[in-house]
């Protein structure tokens, strides 16, 4: 996910680099960083400078350079199922991939969160439902954000959230180079791939992106990933009526990923209102494309439960909401959504 910096020079007190920087010039120790950080997790009203048990030289430090938080929540809406919750976190956001089935896409790049931003959006979360597992996936390409993420990741695996790497999914349009240093940087995570098409032309037209990263040169990377970490590898695959739904796709995909240990995930298409040039894959077309994925090739495939639609928070329908752009209304995607 992506974002603008902060207006103010208040840095987010879950930057972690920034914060252990800071510490050691003031003669702090970083060990208090956990302790800090579950002090804000466990008091929303917390006030940095009434945080019990730090050394003194700690406090002007904390209230002079950090907040609490540099985010908030606008507003919080629940599906009608109740099964899904969608949260509005101000913070500007944006894409520079261009997919041109989502409309993330359509807005544009702005800039790159901070590692703090990342992490305080699972603060947020974590204070409506307890939280088990955590997807990058939905404003923005997160290996575009490489440094930032791996320094999220690490605060999120350890004191005071203790998340599994097994719980975490990092999806990516395919950033050879990232993916290249990801598995000696943050073992154990999974790794999500929106393939979305099983040939190089029909990817380049519906994914800008793909023309800098070649569908050759993705796929003996990904064989090298896998490789190196004995991990099944998550492929996601849009579903584009009369694009890349046919049975001939089905086949085309099959045979590039037959090698592989994977998981494919075929995602219904969700419209976009007047963005949208796509239409849905029907019901016999998907089922059709899962047999011949699973029968001809062996290949362990799922379709993707839709939730959220209904308060536009299933998958691509992230987009700022231009009629109301002054109030900067988004609208979220699936992967941001927690499921209770």
């Known amino acids: 996910m992506q974002s603008g910096k902060n207006t103010m020079s208040f840095r987010s007190i879950f930057d972690a680099g920034e914060l252990k920087s800071e510490l050691e010039k003031s003669g702090v120790k970083p060990s208090f960083m956990p302790y ?18 730090l050394p003194s030289a700690a406090y002007p430090l904390l209230t002079s350079k950090f907040k609490t938080l540099t985010s908030c929540v606008h507003s919080a809406m629940d599906s009608s199922d109740q099964l899904t919750t969608k949260l509005l976190i101000k913070l500007q956001v944006g894409c520079k991939m261009g997919c041109t089935f989502c409309a993330t896409g359509s807005m544009g790049f702005k800039s790159n969160l901070t590692s703090g931003e990342i992490v305080e959006q699972l603060v947020h979360a ?56 990801l598995h000696i940087d943050l073992p154990g995570l999974n790794l999500a791939v929106s393939l979305h098409a099983p040939v190089q ?47 001939q796709n089905a086949h085309q995909l099959g045979k590039l990923l037959e090698t592989f240990q994977v998981v494919v995930n075929l995602i219904p298409f969700n419209p976009i209102g007047d963005l949208s040039k796509f239409s849905t894959s029907n019901e016999e077309k998907v089922s059709s494309f899962q047999k011949i994925l699973r029968g001809t090739y062996g290949i362990r495939t799922t379709v993707r439960k839709e939730m959220g639609q209904d308060i536009s928070g299933a998958c691509g329908q992230l987009v700022v909401n231009k009629s109301s752009i002054e109030n900067t209304v988004l609208l979220t995607d699936i992967e941001d959504l927690q499921v209770r």
């Open 36 to 53: 800090i950080w579950k002090q804000v997790i466990q008091n929303p009203d917390a006030q940095l400078d009434q945080i019990p048990s």
């Open 126 to 181: 974590s204070r409506i439902s307890p939280i088990r597992n955590v997807v990058f996936m939905g404003m923005g390409e997160p290996l575009n954000n490489y440094g930032a993420l791996v320094e999220a990741i690490h605060v999120m695996t350890g004191p005071p959230f203790h998340l599994s790497p097994k719980k975490i999914t990092v999806s990516t349009v395919g950033i050879i180079h990232a993916i290249k240093k």
């Open 201 to 247: 032309e029909i990817r380049c037209q519906i994914m800008p992106a793909a023309r800098a990263f070649p569908l050759v040169k993705l796929m003996d990377t990904l064989q090298e990933y896998q490789k190196n970490t004995q991990q099944k590898i998550f492929i996601e695959y849009i579903m584009l009526d009369g694009v890349n739904d046919e049975e």
